[in-house]
């Protein structure tokens, strides 16, 4: 189920998405991986799910936006009733890329169901979601469409921020061959100068680079933000998900050291820094969440200078979430601790299964309800940072994964380290 609910907010979401399911397929992987359950029993789990997988409508091997949790039916949204044809439905890239991410986890956690897992896989093609526009004429041309719509074409927006969670569909189609090495290179670090509106003037050289496969060449405009002197690429809203989920399964701190190895550090500073030292909470971790009330609405939260969207699209700064801590957790070990024990400490967002889902920080409201997908990045940062590597053990020995690797071995980004602040690859996830 999507989300559950305590204390007056709605009790039960019987509804799932391709993310939620990926999520729990992770949960169980990284609960055997710490003992929480047993080998035999993690691979019963994940066996049980696979097969449920299987018998749910898909359109190409790709899921569909909702399913319900009570009849397996896909449905046209949350609460809403089956959809009566596939003509219409949104096929969401970034959804599609979680659930791929964790058929590759699976296959490799365990071997049993590599010939399941691998055929649910390799079904999807993600060559759908690539706009082949001329990239002479067409700035957007080369990157990932944010989704599909069947029987109709391709959505009207492309995804043009390389560092948001859409990604890993980048990651994941690259990786499978199914997209070509121009998604890497044409979609932007920072958002192209011409773009006046976003939220700061970007700066850094142009690049040339060599594509590993198709040998083309592409100049690279690798710019970057600043705040307080911290150099870093921004997301597009300013959460800490757009940035910090990725690596909880691609090994970007040991693969992409001058890339995203050191960006997903830099960008966890500069929003601690932003949070606690500009808005002045005593708590840090704007990130889309659950509102923080009983109602059981959900709002995209983000640190304005973090995100490169301008002040008139900025995401809500009105909710602290716990799983930003847990997200930060690999990557900024002290602090990221030292957050989840004040959030303990200072508000009543600790229940009966764990965290809840948000806190206002000022006021001290919590918004009492668990999201699958919350929580599982909770589960994963804490496998990550206990295990040195979680889920990306599994994930980095995948051929998906290793033909990926030369795009993060020869990027480069325009930034330095944060003052004070050191790289931490020792992750042995990725080696």
Known sequence: MDNIGLDGAPAQGPYTSPTDIAMYLWSIVAATQMRIVTPPQG??????ALNAIQDLQKWNGFLLSWYSTNSGKAINGPGQGPITSLNGQFIS???????ASSLIVVRNAFPALYQQASKLFSAMNFGVFYDQGNESTNINAGQMYGGYYVGKGPAGFEYGNLNTDPR???YIGIGS??????VWWRTWRALPASFTWQTQVPQGPTVTYTDPYSHKQFSVAETHYTYQGISYVPSWGGSEFEALMAPLVVPEA???????????????EASIQYETKSLKYPVWGLSPASTPDKTGGYDAY????????????AYAQSAVTPYASFLALPFLPQQAFTNIQKLQSLYP?????GFFDSVNPTTGTVGTRYLVLDQAMILAGIDDALNHGGLQRYYAVDPVAQAMKPYLNITKFSITPAPGLQLNNASSGGN
């Open 93 to 99: 890239t970034v959804d599609n890329g979680w659930y």
């Open 177 to 182: 061959h199914n997209l070509p090495g121009d």
């Open 349 to 353: 967002i600790y229940g009966p299964y």
């Open 168 to 170: 890993i569909a980048a």
């Open 254 to 268: 040991a693969w992409g050291q001058t890339n995203f190895g050191l960006n997903d550090i830099n960008y966890a």
């Open 302 to 313: 983000g640190a304005l200078p973090l995100g490169s969207a301008g002040p008139s699209n």
């Open 43 to 48: 691979e019963q789990l994940a066996a049980k």
